[in-house]
């Protein structure tokens, strides 16, 4: 669900995973159509190092 957040809408995907002036920042730069894509691209990236962070947590957790 987050990867279709992520694609869609970036800058609200920022604040679930608990950064939230990354996500003003990506806001800003999604409000262009031009820098939407980027937008996507840095939001999908920053998702997959969340779930990473995550999985590295829960292990050492153990």
């Not at 990867?3 to 002036?21: D, E, S």
Request: glycine share 4%; hydrophobic share 55%.
């Amino acid at each position: 669900m987050r990867l279709i957040l992520a694609i869609l809408i970036p800058w609200l995907q920022f604040f679930t995973i608990g950064r939230p002036i990354a996500g003003i920042i990506c806001l800003v730069l999604q409000i262009t159509l031009v820098g939407w894509i980027p937008a996507a691209i840095w939001s999908v990236y920053a998702l997959s190092q969340y779930k990473t962070d995550q999985k590295i947590k829960d292990a050492l957790d153990k």
